[in-house]
């Protein structure tokens, strides 16, 4: 990778495939929360911190809905490898579902 280059995780979380190259990284978090969430879906303020203290991490971008999946985003259980199940933070062979918006949305009120 070139210096000063910049990659961005997309919303599956962050991998070593995206800390090889040596470039500052900009962690994408999505509706399904993967890489900083629990196995049962929820915020994990310990796995965020975690990433936080990777240096190559230099800012945090948060996605907050989809636009062009209206449903929210889907990967088939086949398509869940032991390497993806632990960069998401989810169980290996076991579909996926993103939520079509940031659940912490929900919560949110106009004013």
Do not use: C, Y
């Amino acid at each position: 990778m070139a210096t000063g280059s910049w990659v961005n995780t997309g919303e599956g979380g962050l991998s070593d495939h995206h800390l090889a190259g040596g470039g500052d990284v900009v962690f994408q978090i999505g509706p399904g929360m993967f890489g900083v969430r629990t196995s049962g879906g929820d915020w994990d303020w310990d796995r965020f911190r975690s990433q936080a203290e990777i240096a190559q991490v230099r800012v945090f971008e948060l996605k907050l809905h989809q636009g062009a999946k209206i449903r929210g985003g889907h990967v088939e259980g086949a398509k869940v490898t032991a390497e993806i199940a632990g960069i998401r933070g989810v169980a290996a062979g076991k579909a996926i579902d993103s939520p079509n918006r940031f659940p912490l949305s929900a919560r949110m009120r106009a004013t």
